[in-house]
């Protein structure tokens, strides 16, 4: 079988609780580094756990296969000192996934059992702790904790080689309740001390800056160039910047504000964050995985988008396109919300005047971002009307409203599909509302028919515009319908208006006269 069939197999949309033994110790024999983070392979006879590209030579009857890294930990296995197999790309699965299991290991992900426990997880997602813990280990293999742990692990991992913090102060920042517990997780999962991991670091702290230094792995082709096009087509002054190829922005993060910077490179994107509070790494890495999509596989997306006439040649010219994400769902939404009553320039403005009015300001600026935007809470209670046209600010005051109230909530763990209808029921078009769904929630499955970008695109490239026969024709996209309207969308170079423009009454203040 072929590296893409085995791919393919692997990783189709419809997927299995259970390895393919032969599949996987196939991929294995590759050494193919795309594999990586797809899945694990263990040791018996030497007790280690490796990604798939790891170029030991084991012999086939003493390798088992893991999904997850803590499935390998709990299993016994520590990891590969050759391969750092916990350095891999996140498996793409988790992003394709909108059941619990999918929404729960997003939310672990982003620090949720760490912050809220296991209690807390089960709760967002409205399940016991009981039920969550067998739908978990029935197809990760290790419950909540056990993934929370080895999430731990590699964020003291990285707290240890690229910070000059003590090693009390780098357990604590990692989440662990003890020292004696850091030291023997690191032990029985590195088969090193914390002191001997900081000894062999190869890129230790920005002193000079105060930042910290984390080199983002990611699944390639990966078009970085292509992203930060799209970010610069949407940036807010105050909160976002461009700068050469360089893109920085600010966080809103559990514990405090933060800001980064993200450039890609050769094989990696490297990430500059500066951080009110340590404890907020694992989460900051986390969100700028999913706002970069580098979990992603492009491989898959290829073989399956180049089934079908217009999009092989697009797919062929830009294989490693990627779905922008959300560094804030809750963020993206308040300013689709403006996007949309005010298309265009008008509505970048007006966050733009909304950050400087109502976003706290950093403490530590980055560049040009200077601010956070205004929380939910904020706008809620802000004068509105004193800076925005009528339909405007009461569309706006009612979104926040009930993200203030928790009437509406968007995070890693919402379910796509009742939110999408809980964001129409707050006023956003069908069309924002998908918008959302697919960046801030990560759906791979969104075409954007009617979005003008998308109409100009077709058009451009002769392809019947009429919506019964264009969304005929996305059928035979699935499951990355949201990748072929990021490609139609770059064919019109990085054109991705959403909204068509309308008229928007003059306000009586300077912000639309600016």
């Known amino acids: 079988m072929s590296d893409s069939c085995q791919r393919r197999a692997l990783f189709s949309g419809k997927v299995s609780t259970v390895l393919d033994f032969e599949r996987c110790w196939r991929a294995t024999l590759s050494r193919d580094t795309r594999f990586d983070g797809m899945f694990y392979s263990a040791v018996v006879t030497t007790g280690i756990y490796c990604r798939p590209s790891c170029p030991g030579c084991p012999k086939r009857k003493n390798v088992r296969f893991y999904r997850s890294a803590a499935a390998a930990q709990e299993a016994g296995y520590r990891a590969c000192k050759r391969c750092n197999p916990d350095a891999s790309p996140g498996s793409p699965e988790w992003n394709l996934r909108a059941d619990v299991v999918g929404r729960a290991m997003r939310l672990i992900a982003d620090g949720v059992c760490d912050r809220e426990g296991v209690a807390g997880l089960a709760a967002r997602l409205g399940y016991t702790t009981r039920h969550l813990h067998r739908l978990l280990t029935a197809e990760v293999g290790v419950g909540p904790q056990a993934l929370a742990r080895a999430q731990r692990a590699q964020t003291a991992r990285i707290l240890l080689e690229t910070t000059t913090l003590n090693v009390t102060d780098v357990a604590m920042a990692a989440g662990f309740s003890s020292v004696r517990q850091f030291n023997a997780t690191m032990a029985a999962v590195f088969d090193r001390t914390p002191t001997v991991l900081r000894e062999m ?11 910290i230094v984390v080199r983002l792995s990611v699944r390639e082709p990966f078009d970085g160039p292509a992203l930060l096009r799209f970010f610069a087509a949407h940036a807010v002054p105050g909160i976002e910047e461009i700068d050469g190829d360089t893109y920085r922005r600010s966080l809103t993060l559990p514990h405090g504000a933060a800001a980064v910077s993200l450039t890609p490179q050769n094989r990696y994107v490297e990430a500059h964050f500066r951080l009110e509070d340590i404890r907020d790494l694992a989460t900051a890495i986390h969100r700028c995985r999913r706002l970069l999509d580098l979990d992603a596989d492009p491989l898959a997306i290829t073989e399956l988008l180049a089934d079908e006439p217009l999009m092989a040649a697009l797919v062929k010219a830009h294989p490693g396109l990627r779905v922008a994400g959300a560094a804030d769902p809750e963020e993206l939404l308040l300013r689709t919300t403006l996007q949309q009553a005010m298309p265009g320039a008008q509505g970048r403005l007006a966050a733009a005047e909304l950050t400087r009015r109502y976003g706290c300001p950093l403490s530590s600026p980055m560049g040009t971002v200077t601010h956070l935007f205004p929380l939910p809470e904020t706008l809620s209670e802000a004068p509105l009307d004193d800076l925005l046209p009528a339909g405007a600010a009461k569309l706006l005051h009612r979104v926040a409203t009930d993200l203030a109230t928790g009437a509406l909530t968007m995070s890693d763990g ?31 499955d969104v075409f954007l028919a009617q979005a003008p970008a998308t109409t100009r695109a077709l058009r451009a490239l002769r392809q019947p515009t009429e919506l019964s026969a264009v969304m005929r024709r996305a059928e035979q996209w699935r499951p990355w319908r949201s990748y072929a309207v990021m490609q139609l969308w770059h064919q019109q170079s990085g054109d991705s208006e959403l909204f068509a423009p309308s008229h928007v009454p003059s306000s009586r203040h300077a912000i639309l006269a600016a």
């Open 414 to 444: 919402s379910d796509r599909a009742d939110t999408e209808r809980q964001l129409m029921q707050a006023g956003l078009s069908g069309q924002g509302a998908a918008y959302l769904v697919m960046r801030a929630l990560k759906n791979p």
């Open 201 to 211: 670091a190869a890129s230790p702290a920005d002193q000079a800056t105060g930042s």
